[in-house]
């Protein structure tokens, strides 16, 4: 690796591969790899399993060139496609089995680490926010352009920010005179408007509306509800998915599209399950997976991730846990 190139540690890897590795059984398996950022995950998986084939899909260019030198050799067997991961019918073809899926949700190491895209409130830039660059919406037309209640909607609703109402207002009232035009102007701003109690406790306090606001560009939530239910029928029998959310908004739209899939379609209260009602998927976890210590302290960013596995089940059967609701 250079000294230019992009530091990147796969959250959860060694639970990522031994999770979708039952599934890799199969001839010639194939992973939809959904987020593939730097390429960690995908590496691994390819480097355990040598007949195992990846569609690669990123919405970010710079992502999908930079994964492309990283995996070298093996990046013969993976199929890069440039687009979001709720596109998937542009990255499969008609008909194609997929035996994995995987989905690394949020923003990626490489995002954060270029100032230039203006993802980090630690790092002055121009307000971006834009994970695929050829996108049209930018945070700066964001902050500039929507009206107060509006924008106290995104940073409520998005960031769980408490005080959106007065954050929102204090934008509106000083675009007047002159927009925003950088993250280190958005940041002085927050911490004027916030509370210095409220400061004490809860990490940066620009940390809500920077999340509030990227979410809003990408459309990061509305691409997962559309990917889940397609990444789910694109699998084969015994093929798993796995999602890695990384806030508690992610994470509840997983959670609820699982537990829609491991539910049984019998109605309530009859004494047998009804032949073609049973739920088609079980879960491989009990509610979702954390990080262990270990890995938290040497990478920061597995501190909030919230890990989710389901398997495409024929007739009952459950591998890993069992066919516990996803909790």
Excluded: W
């Excluded at 590496?43 to 999908?64: H, Q, S």
């Amino acid at each position: 690796m250079s000294a230019q190139e992009p530091q990147h540690v796969p959250v959860m890897l060694n639970r990522v591969v031994s999770l979708l590795a039952p599934a890799f059984d199969a001839p010639d398996p194939v992973l939809v790899d959904g987020t593939l950022g730097l390429g960690g995950h995908t590496r691994a998986l390819l480097e355990r399993f040598p007949t195992l084939r990846v569609v690669g899909m990123d919405r970010d260019a710079k992502a999908i060139e930079v994964a492309k030198e990283r995996l070298g050799g093996l990046a013969d067997r993976v199929r890069f496609v440039h687009a979001r991961y709720d596109e998937v019918e542009r990255a499969l073809g008609d008909g194609e089995n997929v035996q994995g899926y995987l989905l690394d949700l949020g923003v990626s190491s490489m995002q954060l680490d270029q100032a230039e895209r203006g993802f980090a409130y630690s790092k002055d830039a121009p307000l971006d926010m834009r994970m695929d660059t050829s996108a049209e919406l930018t945070a700066h037309e964001v902050l500039a352009t929507y009206g107060e209640k509006e924008l106290a909607r995104v940073l409520r609703t998005y960031g769980e920010e408490r005080f959106a109402a007065r954050i929102a207002a204090e934008i509106v009232r000083r675009r007047a005179t002159e927009p925003l035009a950088s993250s280190a102007e958005l940041v002085r701003l927050i911490d004027d408007v916030i509370p210095a109690k409220a400061k004490r406790t809860g990490g940066h306090p620009a940390k809500r509306t920077f999340q509030a606001l990227r979410v809003e560009v990408n459309d990061e939530l509305g691409s997962l509800r559309a990917v889940l239910p397609k990444a789910l029928a694109a699998l084969a029998p015994q093929g798993r998915i796995v999602v890695l959310a990384y806030q508690s908004l992610e994470d509840r739209i997983v959670k609820d599209e699982f537990a829609r899939a491991t539910t049984s379609r019998t109605p309530i209260g009859l004494p047998v399950e009804l032949p073609g009602f049973e739920a088609e998927f079980v879960s491989l976890t009990r509610g979702a997976e954390l990080a262990g210590e270990e890995e938290t302290s040497e990478n920061p960013r597995a501190a909030s991730v919230r890990l989710r596995a389901v398997e495409r089940v024929s007739g009952n059967r459950g591998e890993e846990g069992g066919s516990c609701a996803a909790g």
